[in-house]
């Protein structure tokens, strides 16, 4: 590595690549090849199709995102999804109920809904395209924490998805609950 002591220079030119770390311009030559295993090539490209379907999922989930350009998030939604994805061929998938480490992703660092909303809610996929989430009869001052003076409490559900090969948008549904924050009992719901 050599130092760089009165031009500066940013780039590259032809194997020589001079670029500026901890305030000091520095150059350095690019190995004549890179040698990259199958399952690092295999990985490579599923990092790609990981931004895209987080990309994808992201602006389809935005009516529920409090922080949506968020970047520290966009990068670790899409790292789970690449961490899913592994060195594993993406277009030989099988569907999944469950996506693993994808499945209960935190979009914030508050707490998540099982902290808040102390509930048993069950979602299902009964057929293809249609997803169905069942929410048991509960009591809110009861089963939902919230901070003193509560009125309502308002939830925000989407559902979203997209084809993993290509990214291409399947479709989203978002929809609001306001529920009053009271000792009343609020009947069982089902909603597709």
Not at 126 to 154: K, M, R, W, Y
Request: proline share 8%; aromatic share 8%.
């Amino acid at each position: 590595m050599t130092l760089q002591m009165e031009t500066y220079l940013s780039g590259r030119m032809n194997n020589v690549v001079f670029f500026k770390r901890s305030g000091t311009y520095m150059a350095r030559s690019l190995p004549a090849a890179v040698k990259l295993s199958a399952a690092t090539k295999v990985c490579n490209g599923n990092f790609g199709i990981a931004s895209a379907c987080g990309k994808s999922l992201r602006q389809l989930l935005q009516p529920a995102l409090p922080f949506p350009k968020d970047r520290r998030m966009q990068i670790r939604f899409s790292g789970a999804i690449a961490k899913w994805l592994g060195a594993a061929n993406a277009a030989t998938l099988p569907p999944v109920p469950a996506i693993p480490f994808v499945n209960q992703f935190r979009f914030t660092d508050c707490p998540g809904i099982a902290e808040r909303w102390k509930l048993g809610l069950l979602v299902e996929q009964p057929a293809a395209n249609i997803i169905t989430l069942h929410i048991p009869a509960f009591i809110p001052t009861q089963t939902i924490s919230a901070p003193e003076h509560t009125v309502a409490v308002t939830c925000a559900i989407t559902v979203a998805g997209c084809i993993l090969m290509g990214a291409a948008p399947m479709g989203s549904h978002a929809t609001t609950m306001e529920i009053p924050y009271t000792d009343t009992l609020i009947p069982a719901q089902t909603m597709q």
